[in-house]
């Protein structure tokens, strides 16, 4: 079946670090992804949606300078946490869509643990 | 504004009873309600999706209903196992193709 793979699955390091995670679609193509954080016993909130060859739209609320996104090709976004701080510590989902399949769900990935120190 | 809820954030019940969950919107007319399960430290895996006009989707032990006059979908799961304890995420979207906005789930445990 269609599996969105994370990279990395954990991650720590200090204040001021800036942090790149890699969710690549792995056997389909995706002219959308979208990005979520979790917060533990919460649930998921949207933070933008990547779109392949434009620039990403962010939801209220979200930083789009401290929240980087880039979809360079139709199988990779990433997500950089620019100058994170402890506040940015949370579980990143990304989920993608098959685009050769428009009505079916998107596909998640496993998730990246974010720690700041 | 927009609001989902689960009915309780957790629910335990007896191994081989039916578990049901509850989704309730309010200010939001979704196309789309599906329903995922989640383990801790993984994402989401997809479970069922129902749309606006149909009133009822079965697979397996699942049973999904989605009632848009009382703005309600319920989640069933029969004859229920340990290893369906998990948390349950109920999704909406306007449509297939649009962002999805998640519920705060309701974390299910199954005990023997």
């Known amino acids: 079946g269609a599996v969105v793979s994370q990279h990395p699955s954990r991650v720590i390091c200090k204040s001021g670090t800036s942090v790149k995670i890699e969710c690549r679609s792995l056997?389909?193509?995706?002219?959308?992804m979208f990005w979520y954080r979790q917060f533990p016993k919460q649930s998921l909130m949207l933070m933008a949606t990547?779109?392949?060859?434009?620039?990403?739209?962010?939801e209220q609320g979200v930083e789009k300078d401290k929240f980087l996104i880039n979809h360079a090709s139709l199988t990779l976004s990433t997500l950089t946490v620019t100058s994170a701080h402890p506040e940015d510590s949370s579980f990143y989902i990304c989920s993608a869509r098959d685009r050769s399949r428009a009505n079916q769900p998107q596909h998640f990935g496993d998730g990246t643990r974010l720690s700041i120190l | 504004s927009q609001k989902i809820e689960q009915n309780s954030e957790a629910l335990n019940i007896q191994e081989g009873k039916t578990a049901t969950l509850t989704c309730n919107y309010t200010n939001y007319s979704p196309a789309y309600l599906q329903w995922y399960r989640q383990d801790p430290g993984r994402g989401p895996v997809f479970l069922l999706l129902?749309?606006?006009?149909?009133k009822e989707k079965r697979k397996e032990r699942l049973k999904v209903t989605f009632d848009t006059t009382l703005k309600q979908s319920l989640f069933h799961i029969t004859a229920s196992q340990p290893a369906d304890s998990a948390t349950y995420l109920c999704?909406?979207?306007?449509?297939?193709?649009?962002?999805?906005?998640f519920g705060s789930g309701t974390r299910l445990s199954i005990r023997p």
């Open positions: 129902i749309r606006e006009n149909e």
């Open positions: 999704a909406l979207s306007y449509s297939s193709a649009s962002k999805i906005i």
């Open positions: 990547s779109n392949e060859g434009s620039k990403a739209t962010y």
């Open positions: 056997d389909f193509q995706a002219t959308t």
